[in-house]
């Protein structure tokens, strides 16, 4: 029953974030900052798991495919598929739930600590709408991060592979667009999207409904990675299911 409870508060929250808008000229500068705090802040992290994974990638494929029958370029279809599919919007989502998501869940429940959301509703304005819906908003460009994902993975992995001497620069071109589906992108993006969603929606319950004192922030902040990652995970499955079956 508790877990029905909080599943209606979830949906609650998400329909309650988009009633009784806050002033365009205010949530148009909580949308820059949280895009700033959210995204940019996080291209740098990004940026260097991306190349070295996909250098990993590329290393690990080529040593398990050294029988001198299977050709070279494979490694880079290899690579490309590990990408594309699932490193860059699954596996760096759940990095980013312990990053975006633990910042959104601390920063929100230290309001709530403050008083702060107390004020805010005091004051006539809708908290949920003032806090949550800039957030989502602004993980809408997620994708962007996503993007420089695989094409920093493919590029580790294309260093890694001509600088390892596992495969020359052509053989791994050939490789990359080797049997290309577009539609393999478009699957990624999709998965993006969703799982933005909940990067956006799920720390910022978590942040919102905790109760208690400084000690809970950080419980509710591991509680949300917690979460975040478990609905990534299951939804990445369900996604797999319809998209690509």
């Not at 050294?66 to 919007?89: C, H, M, W």
């Not at 819906?133 to 993007?147: E, R, S, V």
Request: no cysteine.
């Amino acid at each position: 029953m508790t877990y029905l409870r909080n599943i209606g508060t979830y949906f609650l929250m998400i329909a309650e974030m988009f009633r009784k808008p806050t002033k365009w000229s205010v949530m148009k500068l909580l949308i820059f900052k949280d895009i700033d705090d959210l995204i940019n802040n996080s291209i740098g992290i990004v940026a260097f798991i991306s190349f070295f994974v996909g250098g990993v990638v590329t290393i690990q494929t080529s040593l398990n495919i050294d029988n001198p029958l299977i050709p070279k370029y494979l490694v880079g279809f290899a690579t490309r598929q590990s990408i594309i599919l699932e490193f860059a919007p699954t596996f760096m989502s759940i990095i980013m739930a312990g990053k975006v998501g633990s910042f959104i869940t601390s920063s929100i429940g230290t309001m709530r600590v403050t008083e702060q959301i107390d004020a805010l509703e005091v004051m006539g304005i809708n908290s949920l709408n003032y806090l949550v819906f800039p957030k989502f908003i602004a993980l809408l460009t997620y994708p962007f991060i996503i993007t420089i994902a695989m094409v920093l993975g493919i590029l580790g992995g294309m260093a890694a592979s001509v600088y390892g001497g596992f495969s020359t620069l052509q053989d791994y071109i050939t490789g990359i667009q080797y049997d290309f589906i577009p539609f393999q992108i478009g699957y990624a993006y999709i998965k993006t999207i969703v799982f933005a969603f909940i990067l956006a929606t799920v720390p910022s319950y978590h942040g919102y409904y905790m109760t208690g004192g400084a000690l809970e922030v950080g419980k509710a902040s591991t509680t949300s990675f917690v979460w975040t990652s478990v609905l990534i995970i299951v939804l990445n499955y369900v996604l797999t299911q319809m998209l690509l079956t």
